[in-house]
């Protein structure tokens, strides 16, 4: 099943994407929030689609982020091999764990709004996991018994915020329009292997990020019992398991976005979004 939601930014209604056609199930569900998945969401949802005749949603609608607003978006640092050698990083021998600020979160196709005062916004193309119910010191065989879904994640970063300004990594990851998530959340039955996935981003069309989920250093069910470990995952929160090699950061010179600029993005499965960079405005 592939979770879509729709409308304008703040309204958004929930909707299902069958067949290359996106479906209205506002009736039947209030929003893909913690209580949607905390209380069988899923299940409920396969049996109305099996049996409900749905309305066609218009094509003209905004899709918005697959999700609701989560309690928390957590992400993962460093996680590809070869994205930690292009930035001169040593390998981690733990998860680099940081959060990105949930008002971060946008649509798949929403504009990218570089930052007032920002000169080295950069671009993450990341395969995201949405939790499906609490999870509170998860043992790793058990992780994925926890997963509700995956997402496409554009891990948006202003390096000179995230590097330079003394403090955590947050600072240059949870500016507004920072979080594009979408265009669905796939339930985990469609992805029987999230660990074999080609996951790439195009820069005004030029290929720069093209990797797999199989260079990830710790996988999904590492990363799910190393985060419960130290907070309580709630159903809808989004875990972004890191990017590959390819990032304005690892050139030389480094390549940062600029208004105009147009960022194209996909995961096997997982469809694709695109944004268009814009200055910020008052």
């Not at 199930?25 to 969401?41: M, T």
């Not at 928390?72 to 930690?84: D, Q, R, S, V």
């Not at 069910?221 to 990017?243: A, E, H, K, N, R």
């Amino acid at each position: 099943m592939k979770l879509i939601r729709f409308g304008k930014e703040g309204q958004e209604k929930p909707g299902v994407h069958i067949n290359g056609v996106n479906y209205d199930v506002s009736a039947y569900v209030k929003d893909y929030d913690e209580s949607f998945f905390a209380n069988q969401g899923i299940e409920k949802l396969a049996q109305v689609i099996a049996k409900e005749k749905l309305s066609p949603i218009n094509d003209s609608e905004r899709i918005g982020s697959a999700v609701a607003r989560p309690s928390k978006i957590l992400c993962i640092g460093l996680n590809y091999a070869k994205h930690a050698k292009e930035t001169g990083a040593a390998i981690p021998t733990e998860p680099i764990l940081f959060m990105k600020s949930t008002t971060s979160l946008t649509g798949p196709f929403d504009n990218i709004i570089i930052p007032k005062n920002s000169e080295k916004t950069d671009w993450e193309v990341e395969l995201a996991v949405v939790i499906g119910k609490k999870a509170s010191y998860v043992s790793e065989a058990e992780a994925m018994d926890y997963v509700a879904g995956y997402v496409l994640h554009n891990d948006v970063s202003e390096r000179a915020f995230q590097l330079e300004r003394g403090g955590t990594w947050d600072k240059g990851k949870g500016c507004d329009s920072f979080a594009p998530l979408g265009p669905w959340m796939v339930t985990k039955d469609e992805i029987p292997n999230p660990h074999t996935l080609r996951l790439w981003l195009s820069l005004n069309g030029k290929m720069m990020q093209d990797g797999n989920t199989d260079d990830l250093i710790f996988n999904i069910p590492q990363l799910i019992s190393y985060s419960s470990q130290f907070m309580t995952l709630l159903p809808g929160d989004v875990i972004s398991t890191g990017t590959p090699a390819g990032v304005g950061l690892g050139f030389s010179p480094n390549i940062y976005l600029k208004p105009g600029d147009v960022v194209e993005l996909g995961i096997d499965g997982l469809g694709t979004s695109k944004q268009k960079v814009v200055a910020y405005q008052k």
